[in-house]
């Protein structure tokens, strides 16, 4: 499967579409301008604003940070009172682009924390750069992160953290893919500007 296919995909709840549509108009997007902040074209995104397309955690995330929120009011998901603990029963997967990840902070915070697992071959040729910080932590399996021009193969217990503004991708190194921790800062600036990398015309993601 190519993790370039948006058609190949799972499906993630119905609720994506409306909510992508409603956070792009709060934020008083034109579609052109949000697609272009997201390094993607606006008939894509319209698609994925009509349920015709399901976009995968990168693009979750792109969008999520142009609008200054979360993945998981992308989804539709509210925490209650903004609770400090997250029991490990109440985290819901989500699978998107091949990877699943399960929400490990509350929602509203200005950071997100995501438990990932990265199977081998899914999105390691996305690259990324975008306004922020990440920090990650191997959990299981190995991990190989591009930094700039630099490669990194990261062991169980080994991390990162480092300025989005560096181009960066990340794949699992082990065919049994690769399970981490993973948290980066939220953009409150809906002129955020971001680039998932490769094709931004057409239909490519």
């Known amino acids: 499967m190519s993790p370039a296919d948006p058609e190949a995909e799972p499906s993630l709840p119905a609720v994506v579409a409306p909510q992508l549509r409603e956070l792009r108009r709060r934020s008083a997007l034109t579609l052109e301008a949000a697609a272009r902040n997201a390094g993607l074209s606006p008939a894509y995104l319209s698609r994925l604003e009509t349920g015709q397309r399901q976009p995968s955690l990168p693009v979750l995330l792109a969008l999520a940070r142009i609008y200054g929120t979360t993945v998981s009011e992308l989804l539709g998901e509210t925490v209650a009172d903004r609770d400090a603990v997250v029991r490990s029963g109440d ?33 390691g040729d996305i690259v990324r750069v975008h306004p922020g910080e990440e920090w990650l932590y191997v959990l299981q399996g190995r991990l190989r992160l591009h930094l700039g021009d630099t490669v990194h193969t990261l062991e169980p217990g080994d991390s990162a953290h480092f300025d989005s503004l560096t181009p960066h991708r990340i794949g699992a190194a082990d065919e049994g893919g690769a399970d981490l921790l993973f948290v980066h800062t939220l953009l409150q600036s809906p002129a955020a500007a971001l680039c998932l990398g490769g094709p931004t015309h057409g239909d490519a993601r």
């Open 91 to 123: 985290m819901e997967p989500t699978v998107a682009g091949g990877w699943t990840y399960w929400q490990a902070g509350a929602a509203g915070r200005g950071m997100q924390a995501l438990r990932v697992h990265v199977p081998h071959g899914a999105q």
